[in-house]
């Protein structure tokens, strides 16, 4: 038998989680959730930027030929995990709102204070006045600190622009990240996050610049993969949420949708009428939203962050979903007012315990999961021969401690694209 020829090899693993399951395609859905497809004393090869093969140290070691220029990582007792995937986030904006956290701490809610004039309105003011080399640093800062917390691929929105120059600066600035930074980032157009000051209660109007100008001007630019739209009472309704896909899906987008987050408005059923990409927040979902979610093929992207900062009674009912057999994703909804969380593996740990969900659901949900959430489930979120090789080394010994040691920092090493990053 010829050997594999391989550039890179990380061998011992005490725990390979690989995901990897032999004819398996598409996310994990319910159960399957739970099965990591662990190899004990595992090893990967690498050769390029590519996986090659998995398996137990001892019988991959004699089906791989080294190449001249060989890498063998020993990774003897540790854990070895594929790259996280944070697939819901808003990593470009200026200015914080540190401010907003106490206001709610002294009990004003969330959308009490986007009426006073704070919340997304108060980061776009900032943001409208930033350059793009200021918002490029400061999203640069942001995916330095998600790099060193294992995470290889994220989604980051736009939508603390809303106009359309605006909305374009924020794109470009995605796209820059995504050529210079290690990360890759899939960019979403998210014009219709909230109503601008200069269209107060002409929310149709500014919804008829989306659709009119902004998504066309979007696509011709080539600066986006998705649509997203932010569907709630006081923001924009079912009918306007309706009218913002049906465009971007004419213009040949894939979809996203902020759904069901504080009010219950419809917005997994819309997600399933377009079977959109992900349907993400779902806190008040209803069980109709959920059989259709799952009828329809669309990820659930949960954002446990976002529920724990905003102290929100009424959480995504994860353990109903999983039931019904969705691929559950989770994410950290990264963004300067509801969710100020760069670490997935901190969400993580905030799944567990706000939405009972288990350690293994939680890594499946933050890899393949979360890699079909932005449709990359077929070249990321799992060690499988053929897909990219970006995986973590963790200093654990069980893929349980990545939720158990909240807070803690428990990567050792990445590698992106087969090549080991600099965190
Ligand atoms: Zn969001």
Redesign the pocket.
Known sequence: MDKIPATLIIKNARQLVTLHGPGHIGPRGGAAMSDLAIIQNGAVAVRGSRIVAIGQTASLMRTVKASRHIRIIDASGLLVSPGLVDC?T?PVFAGNRATEFEMRIMGKTYLEIAHAGGGIKATVRATRRASENTLFQNGRQVLDEMLRWGVTTIEG?SGYGLSLNDELKMLRVLNRLNREHRIDVVPTFLGAHEIPDEYKNKADKYVGLVCGEMIPAVTKAGLAEFCDVFCEQGVFSLKQARLVLQTAQAFGMKLKI?ADQIHPTGGAELAAEFRAVSA?HLDNVSNEGIKLLKKAGVVPVL?PGSVYLLGLKKKAPARKMIRAGLPVAIAT?F?PGSSPIHALPVAMSLACVEFKMTAAEALCAATLNAAYAISLGTRIGSLSPGKIADIVIWNAEDYREIPYWFGKNLVRQVIKNGRTARL
Do not use: A, M, S
């Open positions: 819901h808003h929105k902020h993400d954002l909804d963004n």
